[in-house]
């Protein structure tokens, strides 16, 4: 986690690349949360929601020869992967990006999702795990991918939230707000950090 984001890392022996892609595809064609693109104009942020479509962003990535399945080397390299992937990707412009690492002979390949924030509660994330999970097991026994219905959309939840943004307790409280969020958080720690910022 950190950074606002969240990366669930699983590991997979017999799921290939295309049951990714498809799960994927059924996941954020159910869930428009997951197709929101977040963009600042003029120091204002305003989400647009694409429309839904094949999955074809996946980022596929092999671990290095020589490794040993359930190694320390295995665990190194596949948190080196994961780095290089995080840094590389914007979650404002893909709130959830996946990528399929490859292992070694007799090892498991790793399925790494890095959700954004906004669809990373704790709530949010069961119900994404359930549906690809769920998308997955369908896919592996040649099923069409069906998923439970959304009660209620990113979509709608946010026009709700924007209606309520202009009731006068918030317009008054409004000035407050933008000031608190423009302040920088100071935090201390010690001389040597355990993990990245």
Same mark, same amino acid.
């Given at each position: ?62 671990? *290095? ?22 840094? =590389?990707? @914007?979650?404002?412009?893909? *709130? ?13 390949? &790793? ?26 097991? @369908?896919?592996?026994?040649?099923? =069409?991918?069906?998923? %439970? *219905? ?5 979509? =709608? ?14 317009? =008054?409280?409004?000035? &407050? ?15 040597? %950090?355990?993990? *990245?910022?």
């Amino acid at each position: 986690g950190g950074g606002g984001r969240r990366v669930v890392l699983v590991g997979c022996s017999d799921v290939g690349a295309v049951a990714v892609r498809g799960a994927r595809s059924a996941a954020s064609g159910l869930h428009d949360a997951l197709r929101v693109h977040m963009v600042e104009r003029s120091g204002t942020w305003s989400q647009h929601i694409v429309d839904a479509g094949e999955f074809t962003e996946l980022v596929a990535a092999q671990l *290095p020869e020589g490794v040993a399945a359930g190694s320390p080397q295995e665990r190194e390299a596949v948190q080196s992967l994961l780095d290089e992937q995080v840094r =590389e990707h @914007q979650l404002l412009s893909s *709130p959830l990006t996946a990528t399929f690492i490859r292992g070694v002979a007799g090892g498991p390949s &790793y399925l790494a999702l890095s959700v954004h924030g906004i669809a990373s509660d704790d709530v949010s994330r069961d119900v994404l795990l359930t549906d690809i999970f769920t998308a997955f097991s @369908q896919r592996m026994a040649g099923e =069409e991918i069906i998923l %439970a *219905p959304v009660a209620t959309s990113w979509r =709608e939840w946010s026009q709700r939230c924007a209606g309520l943004a202009t009731h006068p307790a918030v317009l =008054e409280s409004r000035d &407050y707000w933008l000031e608190t969020a423009s302040k920088s958080t100071l935090s201390i720690v010690g001389q040597e %950090a355990a993990q *990245p910022p």
